[in-house]
């Protein structure tokens, strides 16, 4: 599954975000509620599922 920005950027939860301290296979509700896009720094509740 996979979760995009609004940005654009996508968090897929087979790749994880491990740069940035989530592991790949990391389910979208397991990552922490402090997670923010990599790229322009929206929260968690800036991303969409797609």
């Known amino acids: 599954?996979?979760?995009?920005?609004?940005?654009?950027?996508a968090y897929d939860e087979a790749?994880?975000?491990p740069d940035?301290?989530?592991?790949?296979?990391t389910k979208w509700e397991?990552?922490?509620n402090d997670y923010v896009c990599p790229v322009c720094?929206?929260?968690k509740d800036g991303f969409a599922e797609e």
Not at 1 to 9: E, L, P, S, T
Not at 20 to 25: D, F, Q, T
Request: proline share 8%.
């Open 1 to 9: 599954m996979k979760y995009v920005c609004i940005c654009g950027f």
């Open 15 to 17: 790749a994880g975000d």
């Open 20 to 25: 940035n301290g989530v592991p790949a296979g």
């Open 30 to 32: 397991n990552v922490p």
């Open 41 to 43: 720094g929206a929260g």
